[in-house]
């Protein structure tokens, strides 16, 4: 069992930062691929980005603008968000799960209870 807890979220201004954290507890994430989704109000889950191994992946709205990273020594993921939009907007998930491609598929095994970013224009 995976215990993923999110944090830095928050509200910033469009064109502003933030840095998300995912602390993981209970098992070592070195095994598991490991990622990023968000869900806006009244909108399905939209994948992020994950990172397996030395590989990251990003969805085409984020990329160039967001960063994933892991410290498996530290047991945690962060996602550094820059020139933020508006659409950017969403409840933030940290996942893990078995392959890299599962969890680009929201096919993961282990999820927290997310973190609120709001931009405004």
């Known amino acids: 069992q995976v215990h993923l807890v999110e944090s830095g979220g928050g509200l910033v201004q469009a064109g502003g930062s933030l840095r998300l954290s995912c602390a993981a507890a209970?098992?070592?994430?070195?095994?598991?691929?490991m990622g990023w989704f968000r869900q806006a109000p009244g909108k399905e889950r939209e994948f992020v980005a994950a990172?397996?191994?030395?590989?990251?992946d990003y969805a085409d709205s984020v990329k160039g603008r967001f960063t994933i990273s892991r410290d498996n020594a530290k047991n945690t993921v962060s996602l550094q968000m820059n020139n933020l939009k508006p659409e950017d907007t969403a409840v933030y998930y940290c996942?893990?799960?078995?392959?890299?491609?599962?969890?680009?598929?929201?096919?993961?095994?282990?999820r927290g209870q997310g973190t609120q970013v709001t931009v405004s224009s």
């Open positions: 209970g098992r070592t994430i070195s095994t598991y691929a």
């Open positions: 996942a893990a799960g078995d392959a890299y491609f599962l969890v680009r598929e929201l096919k993961y095994d282990y």
């Open positions: 990172a397996s191994g030395g590989s990251t």
